[in-house]
């Protein structure tokens, strides 16, 4: 009894995963919008430091990251292959929104309103060499007291611009060890045209729109490197509360 109280102990340890203790975020300033479609479509370069960037891949890869599967199209499901990591962390959704969204997205209003805030739910996604995500749409989502989610946020924390200086190939557990190909998001429009193909690039925001506007979209195959990013979904409130984004 003894002995099988001790396996099942050691095992419900190995199974708990570790908190991530995620860095801090320095207010960002002068931040410049890039828009792909309107409203619909836009990125910001340089959201996140270099450095926030690599802090953030290690505070997940402590963490530890769940392979995500699905049963593919003909189940109807997209294809996923890929790692993840999920967390509903408050603090860390405010931080982000703090560092720079608050002020850049204060006067963007959807359907006569303006976001107040980043939904707690987050999510970082880890490609690997063969790993892709085919193409699906984004749903919005209710979080009660009339907030929904309207835009999906996506930091990207590996790619281009190349590292400055020499890279440490001696490690080659360091994501920035080699260069990364593939791993481009890729937007559709009617009859499969291609809208919009972003290059991952470190530091970079990516935001589209989601729900019954959204684009189909796919993270296309990674050939080499690594590929990480994080995820948010944006909310938005009927009434406006603060000037906040994400939440709307």
Avoid at 77 to 82: G, H, I, K, L
Avoid at 105 to 116: E, M, Q, T, W
Avoid at 129 to 148: A, M, N, P, T, Y
Wanted: net charge positive; hydrophobic share 35%; glycine share 8%.
């Amino acid at each position: 009894m003894a002995e099988a109280a001790t396996k099942k102990r050691a095992a419900d340890n190995k199974k708990a995963p570790t908190k991530p203790k995620w860095p801090l975020l320095q207010p960002k300033f002068n931040l410049h919008i890039t828009r792909l479609k309107d409203h619909d479509l836009f990125t910001v370069q340089n959201f996140f430091t270099a450095a926030e960037s690599k802090a953030f891949i290690n505070a997940a890869e402590s963490s530890g990251f769940e392979h995500q599967g699905s049963l593919g199209p003909a189940k109807g499901e997209a294809y996923r292959d890929n790692d993840r990591i999920s967390v509903n962390d408050p603090a860390l959704a405010d931080m982000v929104w703090q560092s720079g969204l608050d002020k850049l997205f204060s006067d963007i209003k959807i359907r006569g309103r303006v976001a107040v805030g980043l939904n707690p739910n987050i999510r970082f996604y880890r490609y690997k060499v063969g790993q892709r995500f085919g193409r699906h749409i984004d749903e919005s989502v209710d979080l009660g007291e009339g907030k929904r989610t309207v835009y999906t946020l996506l930091i990207y924390l590996s790619g281009s611009p190349k590292p400055k200086g020499k890279i440490d190939s001696s490690n080659p557990k360091d994501p920035a060890s080699e260069p990364l190909v593939g791993g481009e998001t890729v937007f559709y429009g009617s009859r499969n045209s291609v809208v919009a193909e972003v290059a991952p690039a470190e530091g970079m925001a990516l935001l589209h729109i989601h729900g019954d506007k959204c684009m189909l979209h796919e993270a296309r195959n990674v050939s080499k490197g690594l590929v990480f990013l994080t995820t948010h979904k944006s909310t938005r409130k009927a009434d406006i509360i603060h000037k906040s984004f994400m939440v709307y």
